[in-house]
């Protein structure tokens, strides 16, 4: 059974640049969250997701940020005109319906730097 | 302001001793959940306590939720060096984890 999976691991991007981050919830999952890890910082939360409906989008920055978890296929945490400061680890989660969304399983994450 | 406090921050133990982490808050959390991540890797869930004063145990470590489900501790007995890694105690709020800044632990053979 098939973890969490998050691709890119890597991603480099020039200031100015989009970055797509992809994820697949585990088998079973419906529900996806989005967290940010910066440099000596603690995980933070992004958004919450089911399947075409945004649940909680407050940890999202305003503006340049945006997610979406479509009928089909995987999660996307898209990153408009990157800028320095959006270098960090972005780790996807996913969990099972209610009552059990607490359950909350993480992927490998995604390592976006941006010169 | 940090809603989930860990302590210690940095934990150096030589191999065979016992420990304790803790995770306190303010605030009420309808469950509780501990994850070890190791570097470059996502957090792993080790366990989630949903009842206040619940004990629970995985092999050398055990899990207790305070029985306000305010707070929660992790003792690890005999450690060992591959417990070595950052624990992290995360506090559930409506499908959204709330994560303490975490505790870095290094066990020395």
């Known amino acids: 059974n098939a973890g969490v999976m998050q691709n890119p691991r890597h991603l480099v991007r020039r200031r100015g640049q989009e970055a797509r981050l992809r994820c697949s919830p585990m088998?079973?999952?419906?529900?996806v969250y989005w967290y940010r890890q910066l440099p000596e910082e603690g995980l933070k939360f992004m958004v919450y997701?089911?399947?075409?409906?945004?649940?909680?989008e407050s940890g999202m920055p305003k503006e340049r940020f945006s997610a979406e978890f479509p009928k089909e296929g995987p999660s996307i945490l898209r990153i408009q005109q990157v800028v320095r400061g959006d270098s960090a680890a972005y780790f996807c989660?996913?969990?099972?319906?209610?009552?059990?969304?607490?359950?909350?399983?993480f992927g490998p994450g995604t390592r976006l730097t941006v010169t | 302001t940090q809603l989930l406090e860990q302590s210690p921050q940095f934990l150096s133990i030589q191999e065979g001793e016992n420990l304790t982490v803790y995770c306190n808050s303010s605030?009420?959390?309808?469950?509780l959940q501990w994850y070890r991540q190791e570097p470059g890797e996502g957090p792993v869930l080790l366990v989630t306590?949903?009842?206040?004063?619940e004990v629970k145990k995985l092999k050398r470590l055990t899990f207790q939720f305070g029985d306000a489900r305010k707070d929660s501790s992790l003792h690890i007995t005999a450690a060992q060096p591959g417990d070595t890694g950052l624990y992290l105690c995360?506090?559930?709020?409506?499908?959204?984890?709330?994560f303490g800044q975490g505790t870095e632990l290094s066990v020395k053979p």
């Open positions: 995360a506090g559930d709020r409506g499908g959204k984890l709330i």
């Open positions: 989660a996913s969990s099972p319906p209610q009552p059990l969304a607490y359950e909350q399983y």
């Open positions: 997701l089911q399947k075409e409906n945004i649940i909680d």
């Open positions: 605030s009420v959390f309808s469950s």
């Open positions: 088998k079973g999952h419906s529900h």
């Open positions: 306590v949903v009842t206040g004063g």
